[in-house]
Each structure stands twice: as structure tokens, then as C-alpha cells.
């Protein structure tokens, strides 16, 4: 199956880039909050249970916003990691939540501070030693970029068979997970080209993978995984469905 790759332009590029640092910021403190201040455990309630639904909302929102303030100046419009200087950023979070926001360095722990500077040609990280990083404007497709909530439901449902599965066993086969999954999508879904689905559980393992949710790829004989409970957001109803599923009810996989 050909991987989907999505071209942005510099503002879609640029709001990506804060939806995506944003997220890991909330992650990283989800899952080590004794090394985190006050103020950013309190930033982790507002947003522990956003799904990839509201991701997407805010990357809607931060792509108006960014392509506003491109067209409105003359020079590029900036945004700072660092606390005190993502006024911009903090607002349309605020505006989502209906409610305040902590204002946090929004850097990863091991992460230097930097600035996105984003103009109508192009976008720019500059770290404050001055390392210039082009921001990239080609993704591999995902349901934050496009919206395709088939895509994200496929997703989720690779997420809550290996959920189900970990309860029982920390470390599994590959071609048991792939095989599992095929038959609970089959039950729900009736019968597809099995090659096919093969290929897209190949694809979407592989992603959840680079994110560093499990250890292992849909090409070797095991995995094991990596969630911790935030991962797991929003993914109660699909949990649900896997294990009122024939396939696991009554059985022991």
C-alpha cells in the first residue's frame, strides 16, 4: 500500500508544527509529572484528554490564525517556545477550552527554545544558538491533517487490539496481532480483500510504532508495547467493541 504524503504550504506547516509540540508537551508530562512544576501539571489537565478530534480542531484554528497574521504584516510572524512568548498560541487554546491556560515553556525537557518565524514562502525554526531548521511542508497523511475519520476510526481500532491483547501478554507475535485484528475487522465490518487490510494494519502499525507507542514493526516476529494511559484516550468505545468481539469474548488470545 502507497504511503499518503499531504503537501502544506508554509501556515499549515507552521500550525502543525505547534499541534505536534503541544501534544508531545502534554504527553511528556502525562507520563513524568513529579519532574514537572505546578503550573505544568495544571496545563496537562486542560488538555490530557484531548483526542486526535480536537487536534485537529486546534490545527484548523492555529492555520487561520498563522495565515491572518502572514497577510496582515510586512514582515514574518513569530512565535517563541519559551514561556511569556506565545501569546498568539495561548489565546486560540483558551478560545478552545473555554477557559484559562497556564503559560509554560512548551519546549520538550531535553529540547532547545526556538522561534517559528513563517512568512508566505516558506516557515523556519531558529533555536536561540541560531540553528536555522526549514520547517517541512510534506507529511505522511494523517486524521489531524486531513480530517479522514476512516483513517482515524482504522487507527484507533489497531490501538484498542493491542490494548486488549496487552492485558494478557506484555510481548506478542506480529503475524497473532495482524491475524487478530483482520478477524475482529471482518466481524464488524464484513469480509475485505485480506491483502489488502493486511497492508493498511502494516502501514498503521508501522505508525504508531515511529511514535514510539510500541516496540517493533508489522515486518518482525514480535512487539511489545509502550502506552501509557494518556495513549489511550478516547479509545474506550473501540476497547469495548474488541472485547465484546467473538473473536476475544469467551476466548483466550
Known sequence: MTIKQIQLNPMEATAYW??????????????????????????LKKFYHFT????????????SLVTDRVHLQDDDYKQDTAQAYHNDINAI?????????????????????SVIYTNIHGANQIYYSCEINPLSTCHEANYILTGDSNDLKFHNLVMAVITV????????SVDHLRMVFCNIYEEMY??????????????????????GLIIGTPFEEE???????????????????????????????
Not at 491483547?165 to 506478542?172: A, C, F, R, S
Not at 494518556?230 to 476497547?239: A, F
Request: hydrophobic share 35%; with cysteine.
Open 165 to 172: 491483547l496487552n492485558q494478557n501478554n506484555k510481548n506478542h
Open 52 to 63: 486526535d478530534v480536537e487536534w485537529r480542531n486546534l490545527y484548523l484554528r492555529l492555520t
Open 190 to 211: 464484513g469480509t475485505v480483500d485480506r491483502k489488502e487490510l493486511e497492508e493498511k494494519f502494516n502501514l498503521t502499525m508501522s505508525q504508531i510504532s515511529e511514535k
Open 18 to 43: 505547534w499541534v505536534k509540540t503541544i501534544k508531545n508537551k502534554v504527553r511528556d508530562i502525562a507520563v513524568d509529572k513529579k519532574n514537572y512544576t505546578v503550573q505544568e501539571c495544571e496545563f
Open 93 to 113: 487554546l483558551e478560545t478552545m477550552i473555554q477557559d484559562t491556560v497556564p503559560d509554560i515553556r512548551l519546549a520538550s525537557r531535553d529540547v532547545e527554545d
Open 223 to 253: 512487539f511489545s508495547c509502550q502506552f501509557a494511559d494518556i495513549d489511550l484516550v478516547g479509545l474506550d468505545q473501540y476497547t469495548d467493541r474488541v472485547v465484546k468481539s467473538k473473536i476475544i469474548k469467551g476466548r483466550k488470545v
